[in-house]
């Protein structure tokens, strides 16, 4: 029959109280110094005792169950391995614990260095991923510490000497990229976007360059604030193909109006010394409308540079419905007329304006309604121009709907 440890606790203070009173008793009966001797006898006994059964104690459970806690305290550092399996020793309660604890950190070892072992290829990679990548990119902390870098980043910045606890934006060596990062790290915005120019070196055929900085604010468990994800772009080539593009515009617009302006003056001149004939006057109203709407054109493509640099700046004013549905029916009468497409207006109530900017207006409707007759089919049907609040189509700005039918 297996004894459990509370019976061989029971038994060893039992034990050990037991064997004093025995010894005392059967020492007491005799004379006044047998009795001095007895008591002697019990009190080393008892002391004795004491001592076999805390070492039974000792040795049976609370040395190996200490000796197992102190194992696992060790195991518990991020460093530490396994080596080899605790032997087992004491009671059999006690090594049933050492047995248990032993295949648990046998499984746990495992399954630490198998997921050390996919931290790390995984980190590879994304190192090797991010490495390949020509932009410049960083992860900061809340306090503007690297968390980390690749090379391309800290060859911009002018950073040296990673291995240090580089605090940005302190550590930028890189005197165009200092007041942009100092203004990132400052602001409390989730997206910030600048711009950095970098100039050529001197005594050297290295060209002044564009970079793109961008940050956004990310989470990680080991901070309490937000830190910072930062990407440094070169747009060297895309700011001169951009230039490149505005030049050429503002080359063709120029170049365009000139020629555009003799146009219009001398169709003006014509309509006013030619003998009137009603082909002839119609010939001279069209070619005065193309130069329109060339001209127009030219106010879109100007538009849209503006546009691009938000440097577009709205005229406004108050805008009479009526004249403006009768302007765009004026331009795109015609071509109805050529497709065999059925389009009218319908007359607005007198005094309906708003306020906006007639130009920008008209260029936006006439677009529309452009766009509209150019895909429908050859009498294909009908087009008209409602006042605000009529059936049919979508709601133009302009105080007015557009039906296609």
């Known amino acids: 029959m297996k004894l459990t440890i509370n019976v061989r606790l029971t038994a060893l203070l039992l034990a050990s109280s037991l064997a004093p009173v025995a010894v005392l008793a059967a020492c007491l009966p005799g004379p006044g110094g047998e009795r001095l001797y007895a008591l002697s006898l019990a009190a080393a006994t008892a002391l004795a005792a004491v001592l076999l059964a805390a070492d039974g104690i000792m040795r049976g459970f609370a040395s190996p169950v200490c000796r197992v806690a102190s194992l696992l305290k060790c195991f518990t550092a991020p460093a530490y391995r396994l080596e080899s399996a605790v032997a087992k020793e004491g009671w059999p309660e006690a090594q049933g614990i050492i047995g248990d604890v032993n295949r648990l950190m046998l499984e746990l070892s495992a399954y630490r260095a198998f997921n050390v072992d996919q931290v790390l290829e995984e980190r590879g990679r994304a190192q090797a991923l ?4 020509p932009d410049g990119i960083m992860l900061l902390d809340d306090r503007g510490r690297v ?3 690749n090379r391309a980043a800290l060859r911009l910045l002018g950073i040296t000497d990673p291995e240090k606890t580089t605090v940005l934006p302190e550590a930028v060596r890189n005197g165009a990229f200092f007041d942009v990062f100092r203004a990132i790290i400052a602001s409390q915005e989730v ?9 050529g070196e001197e005594g050297t055929c290295t060209a002044a360059r564009n970079f793109r900085v961008t940050s956004r604010q990310f989470r990680l468990a080991t901070i309490k604030r937000p830190g910072r994800v930062i ?6 080539v895309e700011k001169e193909i ?5 030049t050429v515009f503002h080359m063709i617009t120029h170049d365009m109006r000139a020629p555009l302006s003799s146009i219009q003056g001398y169709t003006q001149l014509l309509g006013k010394e030619l003998t009137p004939f009603p082909e002839g006057a119609k010939y001279l109203e069209v070619i005065m409308r193309s130069s329109k709407r060339l001209n127009g054109m030219i106010e879109d493509i100007l538009n849209t540079i503006k546009l691009e640099h938000g440097t577009m700046e709205l005229r406004r004013g108050i805008v009479a419905a009526g004249e403006l549905c009768a302007r765009v029916f004026e331009i795109h009468e015609p071509l109805a007329a050529r497709k065999n497409i059925r389009f009218s207006i319908t007359p607005l109530p007198a005094g309906v304006a708003f306020p906006g900017d007639a130009a920008l207006l008209e260029r936006v409707i006439t677009n529309l309604v452009g766009n509209s007759l150019k895909f429908t089919p050859q009498g294909g049907g009908s087009f008209t121009l409602l006042p605000r609040g009529g059936r049919g189509g979508g709601v133009l700005r302009g105080g007015y709907r557009a039906r296609h039918s």
Request: aromatic residues 8%.
């Open 231 to 236: 990407v440094m772009r070169d747009i060297t």
């Open 242 to 246: 951009e230039n490149a593009r505005e």
């Open 130 to 133: 991010i490495e390949a990548v």
């Open 191 to 199: 997206f910030v976007k600048a711009e950095a120019a970098v100039p």
């Open 147 to 149: 968390v980390y870098s």
